[in-house]
């Protein structure tokens, strides 16, 4: 099973953007394009660390990193 591990790598990966980048606040191309990822596996790793309430997105479609401080967390 070879895609386990491409996932998690694109989650750690997409996680480190965020982390590295305190306040950053990126479209779903922009995170890919950091990442390294490509755009539909870079969407589905947007929304999976949305439902894990890591990322939320905005009224705007722009994803940043959940604090605990954040509205909705």
Same mark, same amino acid.
């Given at each position: =099973?070879?895609? +386990?591990? @491409?996932?998690?790598? +694109?989650?750690?990966?997409?996680? %480190?953007?965020?982390?590295?980048?305190?306040? $950053?606040?990126? $479209?779903?191309? &922009? %995170?890919?394009?950091? !990442?390294? #990822? /490509? %755009? !539909?596996?870079?969407?589905?790793?947007?929304? $999976?660390?949305?439902? +894990?309430?890591? #990322?939320? @997105?905005?009224?705007?479609? #722009?994803? =940043?990193?959940? $604090?605990? &401080? !954040?509205? /909705? !967390?």
């Amino acid at each position: =099973m070879e895609s +386990a591990p @491409r996932v998690i790598d +694109a989650v750690l990966r997409l996680k %480190a953007v965020f982390l590295e980048i305190p306040g $950053t606040r990126l $479209t779903p191309a &922009d %995170a890919a394009r950091l !990442s390294g #990822l /490509d %755009a !539909s596996l870079c969407q589905l790793v947007l929304l $999976t660390l949305e439902d +894990a309430h890591f #990322l939320k @997105r905005g009224h705007d479609g #722009l994803y =940043m990193r959940r $604090t605990l &401080d !954040s509205p /909705d !967390s």
